[in-house]
C-alpha cells in the first residue's frame, strides 16, 4: 500500500512537486503518467526514502518514509531511472550483493527465485559488461524484487530497450501487480493504459487527472467528435454549414471530409441541415478520442 498526501518538493526555489495526493492498493498497478519534468522521479525518489519530501506525507505499508526509513527500505524494491551496475560482477553476484544489503535470511535460494523470475537464470554467470541493455533492466527488476518487497516501485522502466522487450517488461509489470502494490512512471500514455489499474496524471508537479483508464477517457473527453463528410458542396460551404449549425464547436479538415467537435449529440441537427440543402451525407460517425489526444490536450492547456 503507498498512501501520498499533500507530497511536496522544492529544489531551492524550483517546485517540483506540489502537493500531490493519490494511493495505490496491494494487488493494483498504478501509473504515474506525465511528460519529462513532471516530477515523477522526484516523487519515486522521496517515496523509496532516498530523499526527505518539503512537505507533505507518504507511508509505504502503513510506514512514515521519513520517520520509518528502515522499515520502508525493508518493505519497498525500486528500480531507478538508470539502474547503477557493476560491470564487472556476475550476474548471480549482483543479485546476490544485493540480497546481502538488504539483509534477506537464505540469500543463495532467494537469489536463485528472482533470477528464475526475471528470466535471468541461463544467464547467472555471465559479466554485466556483456547483458544488452534489456537484459540489464531485467537485472535491475531483479535487484528490485530480491527481498520480495510489498510495494515495488519502477521508474520508466521501458525506456531504451527494444520493442520485444519492452513487451515483456511490460507483461512483467502486470505479473507483479497480481499480488504486490506496483507504482510504475511513463511518458508514454498508450503504456500506462495497457498495464495499469489506475493513471495519474502529472504535469509541472501537479496532479491534473487520475482514475481508471475507463473513467479518465468519459471524464476528460470534451464533448463528442465525429467524423462528417458531406458530397455535392464545395468545402468551404461545407465548412461553413456545418460551423452554423447549433452546438457545434469547431470544423476542422480532415482527408475529403472534416473532423467536428459538438457539445452534445448534434447529429439530427447535422443531418436535416445537409439534406435541406439538398446536399448527401456520404458519412457520418463517431471519432472515439485515444486516450493520447485527451493527454495532449490537458497537458497542452496547461503549458
Ligand atoms: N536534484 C535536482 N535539483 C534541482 N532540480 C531538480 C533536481 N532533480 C530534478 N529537478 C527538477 O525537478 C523537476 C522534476 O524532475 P523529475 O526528474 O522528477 O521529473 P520526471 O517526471 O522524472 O522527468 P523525466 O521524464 O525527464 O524523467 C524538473 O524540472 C527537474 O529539472
Ligand atoms: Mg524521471
Redesign the pocket.
Known amino acids: 500500500m503507498i498512501e501520498v498526501h499533500d507530497l511536496t518538493?522544492r529544489?531551492?526555489s524550483?517546485l517540483?512537486?506540489d502537493a500531490i495526493s493519490f494511493e495505490a492498493h496491494p494487488g493494483e498497478v498504478v501509473g504515474?503518467l506525465?511528460?519529462?519534468?513532471?516530477?515523477?522521479?522526484?516523487?519515486?525518489?522521496i517515496l523509496t526514502g532516498f530523499m526527505p519530501p518539503t512537505g507533505g506525507t507518504a507511508r509505504i505499508a502503513g510506514y512514515d518514509v521519513m520517520a520509518d526509513s528502515l522499515e520502508v527500505r525493508r518493505r519497498v524494491g525500486y528500480l531507478p531511472?538508470r539502474v547503477p551496475v557493476y560491470p564487472d560482477m556476475t550476474v548471480s553476484g549482483y543479485i546476490t550483493f544485493w540480497a546481502k544489503l538488504r539483509g534477506v535470511t537464505r540469500p543463495r535460494a532467494q537469489v536463485d527465485t528472482v533470477l528464475e523470475r526475471v528470466n535471468l537464470t541461463d544467464r547467472r554467470n555471465t559479466l554485466i559488461r556483456n547483458l544488452s541493455k534489456g537484459l540489464r533492466q531485467r537485472l535491475g527488476l531483479a535487484q528490485a524484487l530480491v527481498h520480495n518487497p510489498e510495494v515495488v516501485i519502477l521508474?520508466?522502466p521501458t525506456i531504451g530497450i527494444d520493442p520485444q522487450q519492452v513487451i515483456e517488461v511490460r507483461e512483467s509489470v502486470r505479473e507483479l501487480g497480481k499480488n504486490h502494490t506496483v507504482l510504475f512512471?511513463t511518458?508514454i500514455l498508450s503504456e500506462a493504459e495497457q498495464v495499469c489499474d489506475r493513471v495519474v496524471i502529472?504535469n509541472?508537479?501537479r496532479i491534473i487527472a487520475q482514475g481508471t483508464p475507463q473513467t479518465l477517457r468519459a471524464q476528460l473527453q470534451p464533448g463528442v467528435a465525429l467524423y462528417v463528410e458531406i458530397g455535392g458542396l464545395g468545402k468551404e460551404a461545407a465548412a461553413r454549414l456545418l460551423r452554423e449549425i447549433p452546438g457545434i464547436e469547431s470544423v476542422e479538415r480532415q482527408g475529403d471530409g472534416f473532423a467536428v467537435r459538438a457539445g452534445g449529440d448534434v447529429r439530427p441537427a447535422l443531418s436535416d441541415a445537409v439534406l435541406h440543402t439538398g446536399c448527401r451525407l456520404l458519412e457520418l460517425r463517431p471519432v472515439a478520442m485515444t486516450l493520447e489526444d485527451i493527454f495532449l490536450d490537458l497537458v497542452g492547456r496547461e503549458n
Open positions: 518538493k529544489y531551492g524550483h517540483a512537486v504515474l506525465g511528460p519529462n519534468g513532471a516530477g515523477k522521479t522526484t516523487t519515486m525518489r531511472e521508474d520508466e512512471s511518458h502529472i509541472k508537479g
